[in-house]
T-cell receptor, first 116, second 114 residues
Framework: AQKVTQAQTEISVVEKEDVTLDCVYETRDTTYYLFWYKQPPSGELVFLIRRNSFDEQNEISGRYSWNFQKSTSSFNFTITASQVVDSAVYFCALSGGETSGSRLTFGEGTQLTVNP | DGGITQSPKYLFRKEGQNVTLSCEQNLNHDAMYWYRQDPGQGLRLIYYSQIVNDFQKGDIAEGYSVSREKKESFPLTVTSAQKNPTAFYLC?????????????FGPGTRLTVL
């Protein structure tokens, strides 16, 4: 069975601080994909990034960066110089494998609040 | 614009009534999904469909039913058998059922049982 754990339920920072959201996963599959989604107060989930299990390169997109470490089964997400607009719930998710296919297993989410 | 629409945004139901939530997509995606989200929790998969006229149960299918008669439509019925239906319901779609494809989400329907 697949499992995703986001241990941080809520994080509160002041604008311009850097913040890292943790994600740890469990899977027996050798091929899998990891995702991060953002859920603003409006409720609709917005896709941020996908990473496959064979690509451990870190990725940077503007103020966002992701650190994938297969050895520790972690896929952490860092926001640099946070802004109020970053306030949202962030979900880490996992898909892949012969039985799971495109089904996503979500973590419970981290509520990020960026205060001005 | 391409995307996923869900209606209504808010829905109120009396206990014991069935209610159907609409989900339509014009992205020409093969796969569609229904999730349930409870306060402070992640999303849990109710049903999914990899192709027209086919669907499978997710992790919490009891008390729900779906149909997939058209590629662009995947309605979800919450039946009176669902013991605790008050929740936020999200519909999603992906290009195919490959695990590679990201899912695109609709704006959600908030269901409240009175």
């Amino acid at each position: 069975a697949q499992k995703v754990t986001q241990a941080q339920t809520e994080i509160s920072v002041v604008e311009k601080e850097d913040v890292t959201l943790d994600c740890v996963y469990e899977t027996r599959d050798t091929t899998y994909y990891l995702f991060w989604y953002k859920q603003p107060p409006s409720g609709e989930l917005v896709f941020l990034i996908r990473r496959n299990s064979f690509d451990e390169q870190n990725e940077i997109s503007g103020r966002y960066s992701w650190n994938f470490q297969k050895s520790t089964s972690s896929f952490n997400f860092t926001i640099t110089a946070s802004q109020v607009v970053d306030s949202a719930v962030y979900f880490c998710a996992l898909s892949g494998g012969e039985t799971s296919g495109s089904r996503l297993t979500f973590g419970e989410g981290t509520q990020l609040t960026v205060n001005p | 614009d391409g995307g996923i629409t869900q209606s209504p945004k808010y829905l109120f139901r009396k206990e014991g009534q069935n209610v159907t939530l609409s989900c339509e997509q014009n992205l020409n995606h093969d796969a569609m999904y229904w999730y349930r989200q409870d306060p402070g929790q992640g999303l849990r998969l109710i049903y999914y469909s990899q192709i027209v006229n086919d669907f499978q149960k997710g992790d919490i299918a009891e008390g729900y039913s779906v149909s997939r008669e058209k590629k662009e439509s995947f309605p979800l019925t919450v039946t009176s058998a669902q013991k605790n239906p008050t929740a936020f319901y999200l519909c999603a779609s992906s290009l195919s059922s490959s695990s590679y494809n990201e899912q695109f989400f609709g704006p959600g329907t908030r269901l409240t049982v009175l």
